[in-house]
């Protein structure tokens, strides 16, 4: 019946039916696999041996390119039809999931603010992670990373700043982290990557705290590419 009253838009062109329409859809642009610091071709969303530092992710797996297109779809799921398009996001790569593998993995949603997901009523990495777990072997844990401090978006921020931003700005449940001994991978899952400066910020925290080896993981859904301002 809601359907009836409103029905689906296309985002991006307004044709009725789906939230992207099959043509729009064709503009979501899937990344080939590569290496999240490099971003040259790689095995798997695998790091390069080369690239890997001291608090790099062994590999970040993304779905799409983040474009205009991915854009839409994204400040629709976070401001206004979050379930629907959180499900709808979901049915679009569900197949992709097919290719990871999650034994002994636990997933972490990245934490926004307290007061943020009070103001939006949700945290929308939480929403997707809970679709994942549904459809996977994997778990979940909500309560690993805490974002302890507000941030400004990093999306208009320069490299530098963007690491300056996210710096000591997590806060890992020491009660949390003594349980999890049974899992193998950590897999953060977050929406967007660009620097990957947040990543590595959790990355720290959790191998601060960890007195055990632990492979950290990550999967986003779109890869946002990062131009650095020329300077003459
Ligand atoms: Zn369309
Ligand atoms: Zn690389």
Known sequence: MLNLLFPKECLVCSRTGLWLCK??????????????????????????????????????????????CSKKLIHNFKYKNRFQIANFIFSLFENKLKNINFKKSLLIPLPSHRKKTLERGFNPTELICELIVQKTNAEINKNLIFKKQENLSQAKLSYEKRKENVKNIFEINTDVIAKINKYDNIIIVDDIITTGATISEISKEIKKKLNREISLKGICLFQGTFRKKKTK
């Open 23 to 68: 043509t729009c859809q064709k503009r979501l642009y899937p990344t080939l696999p590569n290496c999240y610091i490099c971003k040259k071709l790689s095995n798997d969303f695998k790091t390069h041996s080369q690239c890997l530092k001291k608090d790099s992710f062994e590999s970040v797996i993304t779905f799409w390119k983040y474009n205009e």
